[in-house]
């Protein structure tokens, strides 16, 4: 069974820092493209950034609100995604999920943790 | 402001038929099919629907069905039952970007 597990959220305040954590099992994470996407309280999802995995290069885009604050990182031998994010602002408010996010079935969401600033 | 454009509500009846557009360009929806549609119960993480345009996840009711005409994608639910109330989300593969994006988000109301 698959499984994405968040972590990390928390109250912080504006300019402050957090890091979050994506556990995943249940798959070959090595091979997986992951996603963060985020909701601000009563509005839609936000895709802000992915990473690639390792055999298509390990690279990472970012929106444009978030780029230059917002890291997404991996550790393939602790299946573990990571989302550090630096000079928070209020309107970074929001659950933030991680996905595997594809454009086939093999698309699963964690329960998502919350970031309030 | 999303580039996938879906209407913010639609409503219908119990057993009523309802259909979700989501109109995007010749960039991203109309030119692949790699449109997927998400429900999201509150509290709830996102849930795929329906993937490449109009295949269906195991497990998910055939009462939910894809179609694509255009740059316009659809998401029709058939037989609509109270567990159907929900936001719905589109997304579609773009060559402009790197970058992923979704639809606004359509919220469905079961009268």
């Known amino acids: 069974e698959v499984q994405l597990v968040e972590s990390g959220g928390g109250l912080v305040e504006p300019g402050g820092s957090l890091r979050l954590s994506c556990a995943a099992s249940?798959?070959?994470?090595?091979?997986?493209?992951m996603t963060w996407v985020r909701q601000a309280p009563g509005k839609g999802l936000e895709w802000i950034g992915h990473?690639?995995?390792?055999?298509?290069?390990?690279?990472?885009d970012y929106i444009a609100p978030v780029k230059g604050r917002f890291a997404i990182s991996r550790d393939d031998s602790k299946n573990t995604l990571y989302l550090q994010m630096n000079s928070l602002k209020t309107e970074d408010t929001a659950l933030y999920y991680c996905?595997?996010?594809?454009?086939?079935?093999?698309?699963?969401w964690g329960q998502g943790t919350l970031v309030t600033v | 402001q999303s580039a996938l454009t879906q209407p913010a509500s639609v409503s219908g009846s119990p057993g009523q038929s309802i259909t979700i557009s989501c109109t995007g360009t010749?960039?991203?929806?109309?030119?692949?099919?790699?449109v997927s549609w998400y429900q999201q119960h509150p509290g709830k993480a996102p849930k795929l629907m329906i993937y490449?345009?109009?295949n269906r996840p195991s497990g998910v009711s055939n009462r939910f069905s894809g179609s694509k005409s255009g740059n316009t994608a659809s998401l029709t639910i058939s037989g609509l039952q109270a567990e159907d109330e929900a936001d719905y989300y589109c997304?579609?593969?773009?060559?402009?970007?790197?970058?992923?994006?979704f639809g606004g988000g359509t919220k469905l109301t079961v009268l």
């Open positions: 010749s960039s991203d929806v109309g030119g692949y099919n790699y």
């Open positions: 997304y579609s593969y773009t060559r402009r970007s790197t970058l992923g994006v």
């Open positions: 490449e345009v109009s």
């Open positions: 990473i690639k995995s390792k055999t298509d290069g390990g690279t990472t």
């Open positions: 249940g798959f070959t994470f090595s091979n997986a493209w």
């Open positions: 996905t595997t996010l594809s454009y086939s079935s093999s698309d699963y």
